[in-house]
């Protein structure tokens, strides 16, 4: 396009001045066509198509369900984050910032050598029908895993605990009791969603600054959008 743009301007010079007018005027379209086309670029980040990424996104599949999932955190793999001022439900407020790409070529390199996509169970859905429920998802090097469970947001409520068979009321039961009580495959699961989530959260800046945005399906893909 750079070249193209030179072209159109090298040609001006031998014009006549009624053409080199109109053609001016085409030249400073396509210059600001290719402005905006480059800002639009930029403003639309995949998330689930992108090649390396860490998100953590909130998805309602509720007969009430407000529409697209509610963006929690995305660390795109140049180190662009944004994240929620809600880090159970997801959306408005969001801030941006950015991290250094070492740091989160750094997450990422160590998430593959600990084995995180060689365990196909990590993968398996803990959630019920018709539920909300929080989707962790990490993809590099042609890897994915998506963890998508709903123990965050139910029992974020308190009075509940997301066990291995369902959700079920705690009753007067300390939290930390029941789950204790679960079987050591489910209390394995936990604990590497635990050290994911923690992981992804310690990657972002201390301070970042609000922007404008929200996720939405663009061609069957999980999109940020700043506006």
């Not at 007067?172 to 969603?193: C, E, F, H, M, N």
Request: aromatic residues 8%.
């Amino acid at each position: 396009m750079a070249r193209r743009s030179a072209a159109l301007a090298a040609d001006l010079s031998v014009r006549p001045t009624s053409q080199r007018k109109e053609c001016g005027v085409a030249v400073t379209a396509l210059i600001l066509g290719i402005a905006v086309a480059a800002g639009a670029s930029q403003a639309q980040r995949p998330i689930t198509g992108a090649p390396e990424v860490l998100a953590v996104y909130a998805e309602d599949w509720g007969l009430d369900s407000a529409g697209q999932p509610g963006l929690i955190t995305a660390i795109w793999g140049d180190g662009y984050a944004v994240w929620s001022e809600h880090q159970v439900k997801g959306g408005g407020p969001f801030f941006h910032g950015q991290i250094s790409k070492e740091r989160v070529s750094l997450l990422l390199r160590r998430l593959q050598s600990d084995g995180l996509f060689a365990d196909a169970r990590l993968a398996y859905v803990n959630f019920g029908p018709d539920s909300r429920f929080t989707t962790m998802l990490v993809q590099t090097s042609g890897k994915t895993l998506k963890m998508q469970s709903w123990h965050e947001y139910a029992e974020a409520r308190g009075g509940l605990i997301a066990s291995s068979s369902g959700l079920e009321p705690l009753e007067g039961s300390a939290r930390l009791a029941a789950l204790k009580r679960q079987p050591a495959d489910y209390l394995y699961y936990r604990a590497v969603w635990a050290e994911l989530r923690a992981a992804i959260q310690g990657l972002l800046p201390a301070r970042g600054t609000a922007v404008s945005g929200d996720t939405r399906m663009l061609h069957g893909v999980l999109t940020w959008g700043e506006r």
